[in-house]
Structures are given as C-alpha cells and as structure tokens.
T-cell receptor, first 111, second 113 residues
Framework: NAGVTQTPKFRILKIGQSMTLQCAQD?????MYWYRQDPGMGLKLIYY???????DKGEVPNGYNVSRSTTEDFPLRLELAAPSQTSVYFC??????????FGQGTRLTVV | GQQVMQIPQYQHVQEGEDFTTYCNSS?????IQWYKQRPGGHPVFLIQ?????EVKKQKRLTFQFGEAKKNSSLHITATQTTDVGTYFC?????????????FGTGTLLAVQP
C-alpha cells in the first residue's frame, strides 16, 4: 500500500507558467483535500472533494483548479503561477469520520 | 466561516519542562483531531476526541475536549527532544454542512536539550 502519493516532490516555476500537482491514493477514501502551507505557517484549505465528480472551494481557492474524475486521483492545477503561490502543497485523504492521511508534499517555488 | 485558533504560536522549553497548547474554534465541533508535524515533514494524526469533556492520554501526552466542544488542549509532560515539531488541532465537518477539514494555526514547540 502506497497510501497517498504526491508528485512532483519539488518544482521551480517561472511566473506565468502553469503546472499540475498530482495526488493519488490507494486507500479507497472518498474525501480528499488540498492544502498549502507557507513557511512557518499553518495549513490553508484550497479545494476539497467528497467523492468522484464532486469538488468544492476551501479557504484560499483563487489561482487554482481541481478535478476529481476517479476516487483515486485529485490533481491540483495552477494557472499563471505567481510568486505568492510559492508554498508547500499537501494532499490528504479521509475515510469518513476518521483521521486524515497526508502525502509527503510538493515544494513549489515560483520565480 | 469556521476559524480555529491556537495559542501560543511558538514555545521554547528546556527538556524536561511541561508544554501546553490550546485550541479554540469559532463554531461547535462534532469532534476534534490533533496532528504533529516534524520539521520538513507532513502532518501525522495523533488522536481524535469526540465526547464533551473527554480526556485521553498517550504516554506523556494528555488531550482534553472542552465541555462546550469549542476548545481543546494538548499537554505534554516532561518534554523530550523528540517532541519537537508543530502541533495542529483540526475540526472535521464530515457529513455536516461543509465536509471541510479545517486546521488550527498550529503551535511550534522547540525543546532545548
């Protein structure tokens, strides 16, 4: 069991470029969440999904998009990258009512 | 929307001293979870509290859930260098109005040997 797998682990983007952060889980969890964590700060919810085909905005959705076509995958799309999106991005999955399992994170720098 | 605050933001202790972090939610919680994030790592689940006034212990860690289910605390007795990291509380809203999982602002614990 791999659990929650995030790719890539590190990425440097130029301002205005786009990229997709991948999140895949093999635990058959319905709930999936994307967070960003700025240096020395807490976890801010970007988008989340309660099942395939269902997504909703979190606290800081601007500049991001998501899709959930399968239970396993929940990619996060950054369009027109900006320096303010420099952060560590975490994907997490939950089986209803239980703990969240996190991926190892993607460290993104926008220059 | 729901807000979850923690105090203090940062605490530095000598090894062997006790440590407490407090978590306060703007809304009543159905349950509360605690996570630990080591430097450079990802959050890892510690425990979940469900009942009003509930107290749970894990070795040197004691977790409490307030009577009104809007606040919680984590107390570490006799800290060790392995306790270093950021401690987050989180208020899940699974099956509720939002299904969100909102995290507190976190408390960074530094332990000096």
């Amino acid at each position: 069991n791999a659990g929650v797998t995030q790719t890539p682990k590190f990425r440097i983007l130029k301002i205005g470029q786009s990229m997709t952060l991948q999140c895949a889980q093999d635990m058959n969890h319905n709930y999936m969440y994307w967070y960003r964590q700025d240096p020395g700060m807490g976890l801010k919810l970007i988008y989340y999904s309660v099942g395939a085909g269902i997504t909703d905005k979190g606290e800081v959705p601007n500049g991001y998009n998501v899709s959930r076509s399968t239970t396993e995958d929940f990619p996060l799309r950054l369009e027109l990258a900006a320096p303010s999106q420099t952060s560590v991005y975490f994907c997490a999955t939950v089986s209803y009512g239980t703990e969240a399992f996190f991926g190892q994170g993607t460290r993104l720098t926008v220059v | 929307g729901q807000q979850v605050m923690q105090i203090p933001q940062y605490q530095h202790v000598q090894e062997g001293e006790d440590f407490t972090t407090y978590c306060n939610s703007s809304t009543t919680l159905s349950n509360i979870q605690w996570y630990k994030q080591r430097p450079g790592g990802h959050p890892v689940f510690l425990i979940q509290l469900v009942k009003s006034g509930e107290v749970k212990k894990q070795k040197r860690l004691t977790f409490q859930f307030g009577e009104a289910k809007k606040n919680s605390s984590l107390h570490i007795t006799a800290t060790q260098t392995t306790d270093v990291g950021t401690y987050f509380c989180a208020g899940p809203d699974y099956g509720g109005a939002t299904n969100k999982l909102i995290f507190g602002t976190g408390t960074l614990l530094a332990v000096q040997p």
